[in-house]
């Protein structure tokens, strides 16, 4: 694969476009999951950020909200 290129490939997709596309490599890399490995920092980060949550279980965002705003940001640029 030549990087340069396929980026440049997907730099020149619309901000949608570059959304899905990511999503469709994470479902990817999720649906490999049992293949990979978390180092001892991921483990730790993991534990502490489901301690947070634990402690603050009210304290979040819909993922929809999320993808509004980033949404919303792109088309601003």
């Known amino acids: 694969m030549d990087f340069p290129t396929t980026l440049s490939t997907i730099n020149a997709l619309s901000v949608d476009e570059r ?3 990511v999503e469709a490599v994470w479902d990817g ?4 999951q049992s293949t ?3 180092t001892e920092p991921q483990k730790e980060e993991l534990q502490r950020r489901l ?4 402690a603050s279980p009210d304290d979040v965002v819909a993922w929809e909200e999320v993808k509004g705003q980033a949404l ?3 088309r601003r640029q």
Do not use: N, P, T, W
């Open 19 to 21: 959304i899905r596309l």
């Open 29 to 32: 890399i999720a649906a490999e």
């Open 36 to 38: 990979l490995k978390l």
């Open 51 to 54: 301690a947070d949550h634990q």
């Open 72 to 74: 919303s940001r792109g």
